[in-house]
């Protein structure tokens, strides 16, 4: 088997006297989709975080394509990972353009040729160039999160980590988002963790899932298997049957 | 007229300068909404223009003495009266904007910059670097501003140089503050972590990232000090530490005027009404920027 | 006062925003009558859901206006109360559910004291009685231990406590009509259905009208009797909860059509057109 594009052993994180993650291990293989599931609190997010080295107190061993991440990692790493965030309206400097906060990234790495760089990464998300010199304000939540995602994907990464990423949107922008995802995944090869709260937006995009409570990862499964069986573990029932309920019964 | 009001409000502008003039517009509009406020602008810009042409409007000369002419109630010769020196009050009151502008710009350009940088770095770093700062503030915030200038002032001698060195080193802390308590919020905003995660040095975040997000509140903390700048400029004056005679300084007129005040009350009134007046134009306009700022 | 008369009857509901520059049309035009049932009002963002809770109990903030041909409660016509009427009406007779507890409770207050406080303000109850009547109030909203959660304060109670808590508040002066108004969207999906539940027991037992304003079509199609779709400050269709599935509107169906179903999955999600004649003006 290939070196998978993530790999997580025995993660642990603690907040002073709470234990947040405990012994959290498993692994991405590179362009794979794969979903983090869990209630508030689980600890789904906190994995991202230390994925995304924004969390630096952690133990255990994390690996990239085998390569060991480090707590502070350089410059070259951020090429590799990103990240889009939950808020739209909070993960955009609200003093900024859409072009100032995309030439941001690429002042910092020193690529060339911005101008044309930051026109792709929109016609890539499916924003025309009317919205390049706009304030984050001037954009509804779903352009603003179209926005995150150019900017995610400007440095052209090779691991996409979302956190919620269309939870705080409308239903229909919300399919609009995934649409776009999937696309841009299917173009770029991309290997992509997601966490959410919503097993159907997980089950949708990913096709392995783990569930998380308590800072544990309680079931790691095949969205095929979970759909058939309904789970082996009592949480993981709990949370099925939860999202279940609410469904349309009869749905075509 | 239009195609300029088009530019500028532009649901889709087509370059950088556009978005930023599209901005200044809408915050102008919004300016324009509050009465109380433009009229502080009116007479922040009348001190300005005051300032500027002292020379020519000025009907004698500030520091020409006539001990003829002295104590000499408000006529139509000496609008404003004459002092203690026959000197014509009005006149003086002119060239006090110079100094009192002199003095306020300073203390802004000094003050500003340092504590929106103090306290940005406090906030973001927080830790150590925030315990040593913010303890050094609060050395300074531990004592009235008057009393530490005035203990500067005594330390480094009279005069106007060193009243605006003293007044800086006394106004900086709850520059600092303000900005701290801002940076604390900001630092944990998903924004700040997206350019973390951009690969940004803690320096580019600070300064690109932080800084222009306090700094509206520091701009409206600014104007609505100035007033307080100015009342300390005058205070020192009063004490004859600030500007020496015979320049006409607000705060040195009121304190000579106090000798005369039940009999000759125009000697300390009319600068007294000038400190009032540009103090309330600063206080207006700044209450006023803090609604258009704090928009969004 | 005839007793039949419809709970809540609205009749053309407007509600305006007017800003410098322009006119908002937040509600355009919304007619309905709650009975004692669950009825629920669904939209997007924008939909002027929400904005029709608030201008039934008159919390629509300034500078909104409020202009409809009928606004009764039981055959009361309420644009012609003072707004000291309004207020009266609002706890006692008509209460409201907010979305967020963590923003609708007073930190410095512990709970239980918020509720028996709610309580004395529509009965000349004493001290001792609405602490009884309060405690009775937080195990109807099935918190074990009501005697312990009435002094805890609201950072230490959970999200899905906190929403009991409000709802215990709200119920406690005994209305007839509760609004509720994205009362599950902030708490996990296991929490959610026990919320729901407490809700669907409650409005049963006291024969109240609900009006449940929500973004999830799922959600209140099993949970109410009858579905109003709002797009754009207007109505698309009104049916019956059951029935959604089968709305005519376009509109009801792109909205079900763009939901990801774990059972039922699909290679790609259809995406929602929006028509600009379903805004009709």
Redesign the interface.
């Given at each position: 088997m290939a070196t998978p594009a993530i790999e997580v052993e025995n993660l642990n994180v603690r907040f002073g006297e709470a234990h947040v993650l405990k012994d959290v291990s498993f692994s991405v293989a590179p362009g794979e989709s794969y979903g983090l599931v869990g209630e508030s609190g689980s600890g789904k997010s906190t994995v991202l975080r230390v994925l995304s080295a924004l969390n630096p107190n952690w133990s255990g061993r994390v690996a990239f394509s085998g390569e060991a991440h480090r707590a502070r990692p350089d410059e070259a790493f951020f090429r590799q990972v990103q990240m889009v965030f939950q808020d739209p309206f909070g993960s955009l400097h609200p003093r900024m353009t859409i072009d100032a906060a995309l030439a941001e990234p690429l002042a910092i790495h020193g690529l060339d040729r911005p101008d044309e760089r930051i026109a792709a990464a929109l016609k890539g998300v499916g924003l025309d160039e009317g919205f390049r010199f706009r304030y984050p304000h001037q954009l509804s939540g779903g352009q603003r999160q179209r926005v995150a995602i150019a900017r995610a994907l400007i440095l052209e990464p090779r691991i996409l980590l979302l956190d919620e990423p269309t939870s705080a949107l409308d239903v229909s922008i919300q399919a609009e988002v995934l649409n776009l995802l999937q696309d841009i995944k299917k173009q770029r090869d991309l290997t992509m963790v997601l966490v959410s709260h919503n097993l159907a937006v997980v089950g949708h995009m990913c096709a392995r899932v783990a569930v998380m409570n308590r800072g544990i990862i309680v079931e790691e499964a095949s969205i095929d298997d979970l759909r058939r069986t309904g789970g082996q573990d009592p949480y993981t029932q709990e949370l099925l049957a939860a999202s279940r309920h609410v469904a349309i019964p009869g749905a075509a | 007229m239009s195609t300029l009001r088009e530019y500028l409000t532009s649901e889709r502008p087509a370059s950088r300068q556009q978005a930023r003039w599209g901005q200044y517009y809408r915050q102008w509009r919004a300016l324009k909404q509050n009465p109380l406020a433009l009229l502080g602008l009116v007479i922040i810009i009348a001190l300005l223009i005051v300032a500027a042409v002292a020379p020519w409007i000025s009907p004698y000369d500030p520091i020409a003495q006539n001990l003829s002419q002295r104590l000499l109630p408000p006529s139509a010769a000496h609008w404003m009266g004459t002092d203690e020196l026959g000197r014509d009050i009005l006149s003086r009151v002119i060239y006090g904007t110079r100094l009192t502008l002199a003095v306020v710009l300073l203390v802004v350009i000094s003050v500003g910059p340092v504590g929106l940088l103090i306290g940005t770095l406090s906030g973001y770093f927080g830790g150590v670097v925030d315990t040593v700062l913010m303890r050094v503030t609060d050395i300074f915030l531990a004592f009235p501003r008057l009393v530490l200038a005035l203990a500067f002032v005594a330390a480094l001698g009279p005069g106007i140089e060193n009243a605006v060195i003293a007044i800086a080193c006394t106004a900086w802390p709850p520059y600092a503050r303000v900005a701290r308590a801002e940076t604390l919020v900001i630092r944990n905003a998903d924004y700040i972590a997206a350019v973390r995660l951009q690969g940004a040095s803690h320096l580019r975040i600070v300064l690109r990232h932080v800084v222009p997000m306090c700094l509206p509140s520091v701009i409206v903390r600014t104007t609505l000090d100035m007033a307080g700048i100015i009342l300390i400029a005058a205070g020192l004056g009063f004490l004859g530490l600030g500007a020496q005679p015979p320049s006409p300084e607000w705060g040195a007129m009121i304190a000579k005027g106090r000798e005369y005040i039940f009999d000759q009350w125009w000697v300390a009134a009319f600068p007294g009404l000038a400190i009032c007046l540009v103090a309330l134009g600063f206080n207006l306009f700044g209450d006023g920027l803090r609604d258009v700022l704090d928009a969004r | 006062m005839p007793d039949n008369a419809p709970l809540i009857e609205v009749e053309n509901l407007r509600v305006n925003f007017h800003t410098?520059t322009r006119l908002v049309r937040a509600v355009r035009g919304l007619s309905f009558t709650l009975g004692r049932e669950k009825l629920a009002i669904v939209g997007?963002?924008g939909s002027g859901k929400s904005m029709t809770g608030r201008a039934i109990l008159d919390l629509v903030p300034w500078p909104g206006e409020v202009l409809a041909d009928r606004l009764a409660y039981r055959g009361k016509d309420m644009r012609a109360m003072s707004s000291s009427e309004r207020r009266g009406l609002r706890g006692k007779h008509i209460s409201m559910v907010m979305q967020d507890p963590k923003y609708s409770l007073n930190p410095v207050m512990t709970v239980g004291d918020q509720i028996a406080e709610a309580y004395r303000l529509h009965s000349k109850a004493n001290a001792r009685e609405a602490r009884e009547r309060s405690i009775a109030m937080l195990e109807a909203v099935q918190i074990r231990e009501p005697g312990r959660v009435y002094d805890l304060y609201p950072h230490e109670v959970s999200?899905g406590m906190g929403q009991r808590v409000m709802i215990a508040m709200m119920l406690i002066g005994e209305p007839d009509v509760l609004i509720a108004d994205e009362p599950t969207s902030a708490l996990?999906?296991?929490?959610?259905?026990q919320i729901l539940d407490i809700l669907e027991r409650l409005v049963t037992e006291r024969g109240m009208g609900l009006i449940f304003i929500s973004?999830?079509?799922?959600?209140v199609?099993?949970?109410c009797d009858r579905v109003i779709v709002m797009y754009g400050g207007k109505v698309m269709e009104t049916l019956d909860a059951r029935e959604?599935?089968q709305g005519k509107h376009p509109y009801t169906q792109?909205?079900?059509g763009?939901?990801?179903?774990?059972?039922?999955?699909?290679d790609?999600?259809?995406?929602?057109n929006r028509d600009p004649a379903w805004m009709g003006d």
């Open positions: - | - | 410098p997007e963002s999200g996990d999906v296991t929490v959610q259905t973004h999830d079509l799922p959600l199609s099993a949970f959604l599935r792109g909205l079900l763009c939901l990801p179903d774990l059972d039922h999955p699909k790609r999600l259809a995406t929602l």
